[in-house]
């Protein structure tokens, strides 16, 4: 079945090609005619409206036919340049191709709308398939926090008298991390929403992106426990011209992926550079790597890498992937020796007015 | 001493409720608005010393309320909204709005906004010296000192300081420090401001870094604080 193209030409392209086409191999076969005889002429017309038949709709397919068939009988059957057919063996064999030809396009048509029903169908159980997932992963996220958040709150109103103080705090901040969580989760929900609505415009401006980093780093800091987040800033950048608010967050996403997804006490390191057309950012941590054979899907909306401790959202990376290509930019993972690293890299104006001489 | 007034606009209750608690624990007195046309009238009846506005109100945009409350009202609107598309913020902003503040939020943080906006409130305009920890500035003399000593600035990194003094704890846009400091045409040569932030900061930071005085409020602008 996947021989049949799924490319769809507009309506007028398929009757050009098709009268093209008529007009291509008559001309050719004409001018051979004398060493290949009509009937096989007849033949190599049938081939021709077998293969349009295969790619095209039902209406240019039997323009085709009939029009081949016309000038089958006006160019090459006897006598030669006119509609009228001498011998019974040729009006027969006239009917026969334009029959044979109309038969064969409807049958092919027939075929392929059966195809397209299979594939629709097949679309529709996918994303159903899609949907459930979504909707478990989306429920399990969700519901995590909410459960920390009622539990607690429920502990705290039911046992007052009996919780220490101590407990009480220990519930608070169960409280707290639950509700930061639940509020990433939402915030991921909208951005992704944002992606896939196709209503994100981005809003270039230039940006200073060792302070961007900065900032990032900064807002990370309640979350990082004991890992360390190492930037060496330099003096000689240039500004970016760039969407800063995205960027932001596909730095954000990052970084806080490696938080989250590497052991207590490693280390994160953010690399910025900037080449000819394009700045390059590097998020690289010395935990335990990605497995070689998940690479290619950590991406992936909802993909949590097998074995993943609970806490992401499978969507922080597909945020970034999207935030990067909204840019013309890629996102790359690869393993290091020791741990993995993130590369982006955005295509971006740049600007070396470092020092400005003022009045 | 009399209690501030503050007004919260919004509709949902239990903002609301939270806001007044919030508040009247910490001594202001509150009015509660659940649409934009009753908090406008009470806006008027009461002539609150703050009011926090909600952007999604049931009957009127809350920018809709922000500029008809423009009009008249001079003192604080603070925005407390989910809405956190840096469009509206700046909408808001440039609407008027002296602080904005997204939700979920810190109440520390808003705490610390609503103070900082009613300070800004019994400002005096022409007033000759004003410090901010460590760092002063002399409107007389044209100059800033960090710990009793005078930093070299330039004309223009001068007139940044000044800018922040006048609107300590406020935000300010890229697009309104840009009109102030370089004046019209150059609302979107922010790279002009990036560069001479980054050299301010190394002046006056202690750590330029991560800069305790100028703070970037991201996608947005620049807060002084």
Known sequence: MAFFKNIHHPKWKQYLISILLVFLISTTCFL??????NKTVALIFLVMVSFIALTFDILPVLLTATLSALIWNFFFIPPLFTFHINSAEDILMFFVYFAIAVVNAGFTFKIRKEEIKAREKEEKLKSIKLYNTLINCLSHELKTPISTIMASVDTMMEQEDKLSADVQKELLSEINTASIRLNRQVENLLNMNRLESGFLKLKFIWSDINELIFTVIQKLEPLKNEHSIIYKPSDELPLCKIDEGLIEQVLYNLVHNAIIYTPEGTTITIKFSVHDSHCKIIVSDNGPGIPKDELDHVFKKFYRVTG????????GLSIVKGFVSAHNGTVTVENLPKGCQFIVRIPCETSYINQLNNE | MNKYEVLII?????????????LENNDFKVTLATSGKEGILLAANHSPDL???????PDISGHSV???????????????SVQ????????????GASDYLVKPFKTGELLARIRSSIRRNNHEDNQKVITCRELQ?????????????????????????ALFFKNEGKVLTHQHILHEIWGVGFQNETQYLRVYIAQLRKKIEDNPD???????????GYRFI
């Open chain 1, 32 to 37: 051979l005619n004398e060493y290949i005889g």
């Open chain 1, 308 to 315: 993943s401790k609970s806490g992401g959202t499978g969507l």
């Open chain 2, 10 to 22: 919004d509709d949902e209750p239990q903002i609301g409720k939270l806001l007044r608690i919030i």
């Open chain 2, 51 to 57: 009011i926090i506005l909600d952007l999604g109100l």
């Open chain 2, 66 to 80: 922000l500029k008809e409350l423009r009009f008249w009202f001079t003192k604080s609107i603070i925005i407390l």
């Open chain 2, 84 to 95: 956190n598309s840096e469009e509206d913020i700046i909408q808001a902003l440039d609407n």
């Open chain 2, 137 to 161: 500035i002399d409107f007389i003399a044209r100059t800033i000192k960090k710990n009793g000593e005078v930093l070299k600035l330039t004309t223009t990194e001068y007139g940044l300081m």
């Open chain 2, 210 to 220: 991560h800069p305790i005085y100028i703070v970037t409020e991201s996608r947005v």
